[in-house]
């Protein structure tokens, strides 16, 4: 790189910064979320699904959909870096239509849960996921972990294995050395908690430290794993699959040829049919 190209990087590195200082002035304040915001989503409404509401927990409000029928096989799903719920509306429906009851919720910074300022790292996404579950009571269920949710579903389930019955991790993270566009779009043009949260989990969430907590449910939920992966994603990249596989023996591991990291989105009917058999299974 050349004086002058090194020059031009720098520059745009400062300008990046501060316009994020000017959006963002200290990262230790309160940004609230989408519900604060003047102009209402039309996409990224707040009531999504009808079965929805908050929760107060010790760092903000949590907000949660219910989706399904109410005695349906219990499901959890946590999502991932940048895609709240809305996003994956497809995926979710079609999940509910088997006959599953979903809980799901926005993590803190995303959505119209709300943005404290903290560091955005496995100890509060974790918390968060288990203050939720224990406001619900819920027990004896199934949890799905997308892309970032896959590393904090392994980091819980490791900790609280006791009322999980299975596990599905979809492209997780935590082993690593865009139909959302609209819901994407929305969430960051009116949401600056968004870009805060975004930034901090880059840097604060150990992307490459979930080894143990993988090695650890191999041992409390061994033959209650399901993986699914897209052969072409390069966000989690395919080849830590084995990886992941090394770790977990006992997984069932589906690879999807065709498709990259949005799996959930680029073959819902796929996804949906194998996660459903294999609730439906462990369930008997």
Known sequence: MSVQQASYVAVAGLLAYLSYRYIVPTDAQFMG????SKKKPVHFNEDYWPEHGYIDLPQGKTHYYLIGPKDGIKVVFVHGLGTPPPALSGFLDQLAEKGFR???????????????GTEYNEQLFVNQLALVLLKFGWTNYNII??????AVTAGFVSRFPENVKSVVFIAPAGIMKDTFKKVQGEHVANNPGFMRAFRSTLIHFPWGGFRQAYKTIEESHKNKILGLWGALDVVVPAQLASELLQLMPSMKLEFKDGVG?????????????????FFKT???
């Open 33 to 36: 979320s989408l519900k604060l």
């Open 102 to 116: 979903i809980l799901t919720f926005e993590s803190y910074g995303r959505g119209y849960s709300d943005s404290p």
């Open 145 to 150: 972990g997308y892309s970032l949710g896959g």
């Open 261 to 277: 990291h949005e799996l959930i989105l680029e073959d819902t009917e796929h996804c949906v049919k194998v996660i459903s058999t």
């Open 282 to 284: 462990k369930s008997e």
